[in-house]
């Protein structure tokens, strides 16, 4: 049968399934009769059982024909015109139980393809289900419960323990724990508290939230995993495509086999083995070989957090030779932490950071986030700013009590004639692979503070798997000095390292990389490093859950901010690959091995049928295999393994300027 229902919607589909399913066992029932007639009377041309037989075969074969003649109608040619012009053969020759029991066993491998492989929508169904259809709204001091899809960006909800959450938003009040599984891949509930983000479709598991609602209906995370699936559901990779270039000329072919097998053969029996070859040629077999591997493949990397916007990309995954990654977000937290401080002569260390954080304490920057944050761990009481002044990228300045205090780079603070002579002490210079922030007062550099971004320990882990995976470029791309830039690429084992690059400049590597027969995945976080992820052969945006930019940037979307999503991706795609091509070469087997039977007349009819719908289920189930890959790693969280040993260095074999091999 046609394998177009990825268009239609999933209710009508079920609905057309389920009334196709009654007629299938009426039909398939009165064929039945019409044996037991026949053995009952002892007479295969007994009138009841005829009769029995005809209905029956008119009821299953009817739907197939009707199929065929509006598809050839809509100037559409699909291979199983074959199997309805076999059924009008059968009938037209009077052989009534072969026409319904061949009828009967194509419906029943249509209805196992629609609920079982395309219907490997399962991922879809369970997303619908996720989405609750009633919300508690809050409006002053009253509550309503009122219909999911009336919600409005700025509305307020409260989500009880135990209830799905209705929208996107943000917590304006309550603590509680959220299983975000089904949106991120990760198996373990996080923590929400005031002005966390929640999601559409997840499940609020211990306390109440009062949540304003930022995204509702379709413009949600979860209303856009559910499109994106659907719509990579409907691409076609090229041998797909290949597969319906060739329908055209697969037909007639047939066809032709058909008659001369009849040609030969004359009478009935000529009839009959014709009747067979045209039963066994419809190669439902051959074509679900590739849609239902990629679709089981596009459900495990929807579980697993990883969503796959065009199945091309899923095939393609599989060979790539070079990765690129953005350091900030991608191989690092993307969050500074302070870990080094040091205070001048006669300065307290608790000193030079309280004035610090204090400084700091108006702006917005990832710098000061991190002062204020020790600062909190070590119980400091931070002193209320006034004139506070903030220059953007070099650093901030605030009269603390009376005194003023400046913040930032050491250009910032000579500019401000700041006395710097501090800095030439050997004791004072600035360490390597930290940033460095120089605090004065009074005019006076009294001390420096030293901050980190953490590096990831899964994408050390995942560097080492892509490595395994034959992945021989591994380069890190940074718009960060060179000294921090080398110490994180040394952490991570890339083979290259490319510092204080600007957008332009990842453009232009990764098109060079390209122009050397590299295959080129692409990583960052889907937010400054659009143009390159563009470029890439494969681009992937990192931690994308929420974010409109990150899943409209790139062709693959994580929406958790694990790298070892990465190579599991590479897997997927080989698994897949040769699942298809298992299939593929069954598929073909079967219809080659059939058809010579056919001809040869050592085959009925029914038992064609009967093995054609065998072959589809097995097609069906070795696809399904993939549905359940990686399954260890949506069941329990991904555990780190040791730290994979750093690469040898390699000279750079990149022409692009400030490109170094990275130390052991």
């Not at 849609?291 to 493949?297: D, E, N, S």
């Not at 995942?462 to 395994?468: E, K, M, S, T």
């Not at 945006?541 to 790298?563: E, T």
Request: proline content about 5%; aromatic content about 4%; overall charge negative.
């Amino acid at each position: 049968m046609a394998h177009d229902h990825l268009k239609e919607s999933i209710e009508a589909q079920t609905g057309r399934s389920s009334a196709l399913l009654i007629a299938t066992f009426m039909g398939g029932i009165l064929v039945i009769n019409s044996f037991i007639a026949q053995w009952v009377y002892d007479d295969p041309q007994h009138r009841l059982a005829s009769a029995f037989a005809l209905i029956g075969a008119l009821m299953l074969g009817i739907p197939l024909v009707w199929h065929s003649v509006t598809h050839l109608l809509e100037g559409e040619m699909h291979m199983d015109e074959l199997v309805a012009l076999a059924v009008a053969a059968a009938i037209a020759l009077g052989k009534y139980q072969e026409a319904g029991v061949i009828a009967f066993f194509m419906i029943i491998s249509t209805l196992i393809e629609t609920r079982t492989a395309l219907g490997a929508r399962a991922s879809i169904e369970s997303l619908i289900r996720l989405t609750p259809t009633r919300a508690h709204r809050l409006t002053g001091d009253l509550e309503e419960e009122v219909e999911a899809k009336d919600l409005k960006p700025g509305d307020t909800i409260r989500v009880r323990p135990g209830d799905n959450i209705a929208a996107d938003g943000t917590v304006l009040s309550g603590q509680s724990t959220v299983n975000e599984a089904n949106i991120t891949g990760e198996s373990l509930p996080v923590d929400k508290g005031v002005g966390d983000d929640v999601f559409n479709g997840t499940s609020n598991l211990t306390g109440a939230l009062d949540i304003r609602v930022t995204k509702a209906g379709e413009e949600t995370t979860l209303g856009r995993v559910r499109q994106l699936i659907l719509e990579a559901e409907q691409t076609r990779i090229p041998l797909m495509r290949l597969i319906d270039q060739y329908a055209a000329w697969y037909t007639p072919t047939i066809l032709m086999l058909a008659g001369i097998v009849m040609f030969f053969n004359r009478g009935d029996d000529g009839a009959t083995r014709a009747i067979t070859m045209l039963v066994v040629a419809c190669p439902c077999a051959l074509v679900l070989a590739t849609p239902t591997a990629m679709v089981a493949a596009l459900s495990c990397a929807a579980r697993l957090g990883i969503l796959v916007k065009n199945v091309v990309t899923l095939e393609g995954a599989r060979n790539l030779s070079a990765v690129v990654f953005d350091k900030t977000g991608t191989l690092t937290t993307g969050e500074l932490s302070v870990t080094q401080m040091k205070p001048g002569p006669g300065v307290e260390g608790a000193d030079l950071l309280r004035l610090a954080a204090s400084a700091d304490a108006m702006s917005k920057h990832p710098n000061a986030r991190a002062l204020i944050t020790v600062a909190r761990k070590a119980r400091l009481d931070l002193i209320h700013p006034e004139n506070f002044e903030e220059t953007p990228g070099k650093g901030v300045a605030a009269n603390l009590g009376g005194e003023a205090v400046m913040v930032g780079r050491e250009s910032f603070l000579r500019e401000r004639g700041v006395d710097m002579s501090l800095s030439s002490n050997p004791d004072y210079a600035e360490p390597e692979g930290v940033s460095v922030l120089y605090v004065a007062r009074n005019g006076k550099l009294i001390g420096w503070i030293g901050l980190e971004d953490r590096t990831r320990d899964e994408a050390r882990e995942a560097i080492g798997d892509l490595r395994d995976l034959g992945v021989r470029s591994l380069t890190m791309v940074t718009g960060d000095k060179w000294s921090v830039a080398r110490r994180v690429a040394a952490e991570m084992g890339c083979t290259e390292v490319h510092a204080e690059v600007l957008p332009a400049q990842k453009l232009e590597l990764v098109s060079a990389m390209k122009e050397k027969g590299h295959r080129v995945a692409v990583i960052g976080d889907g937010v400054n490093d659009a143009p390159a992820l563009a470029a890439g052969d494969l681009s992937v945006a990192m931690g994308a859950a929420g974010s409109d930019v990150a899943i409209k940037s790139a062709a693959v979307a994580l929406m958790n901010s694990d790298l070892r999503r990465l190579p599991f991706l590479i897997r997927l795609s080989r698994a897949t690959t040769r699942v298809i091509w298992q299939n593929l070469f069954f598929g073909v087997s079967y219809i080659l091995v059939l058809e010579v039977l056919g001809a040869m007349g050592q085959i009925s009819p029914m038992f064609a049928a009967f093995l054609h719908m065998i072959a589809s289920a097995i097609v069906i189930f070795n696809s399904a295999r993939l549905v359940r890959f990686g399954e260890h790693l949506g069941s329990a969280p991904l555990t780190p393994k040791q730290p994979t040993q750093p690469a040898p260095p390699s000279e750079s074999t990149d022409d692009a300027p400030g490109a170094l091999p990275v130390p052991a």
